[in-house]
Nanobody
């Protein structure tokens, strides 16, 4: 059974940093690309970043390029999202995702950027 557990969210001031983690289980993690999405209140869920199964290629939403970095540790079955220079508009629930026949999601971790 696929299981994704996000952690690392919280309240941070504008310009601050957070590192999100997503621990995966129930599938061959190293075989699958992974993605981070976010959803702000009243808005649609949007793709933030993706990484290939080997971690050798990444992609980012234009809104986070140069500020966020996605990475993975296949030995630990974990994918990360390092978020720097956070802005108020980054406030959202952040979700880890894997497409394995169907989409699987974690429960999300809340990121709030506010002074």
């Amino acid at each position: 059974q696929v299981h994704l557990v996000e952690s690392g969210g919280g309240l941070v001031q504008p310009g601050g940093s957070l590192r999100l983690s997503c621990a995966a289980s129930g599938f061959a993690f190293s075989w699958y690309p992974m993605r981070w999405y976010r959803q702000a209140p009243g808005k649609e869920r949007e793709l933030v970043a993706g990484i290939t199964s080997a971690g050798d290629s990444t992609n980012y939403a234009d809104s986070v390029k140069g500020r966020f970095t996605i990475s993975r540790d296949n030995a630990k079955n974990t994918v990360y999202l390092q978020m720097n220079s956070l802005k108020a508009e980054d406030t959202a629930m952040y979700y880890c995702n894997v497409l394995r026949v169907v989409d699987y999601w974690g429960q999300g971790t809340q990121v709030t950027v506010s002074s």
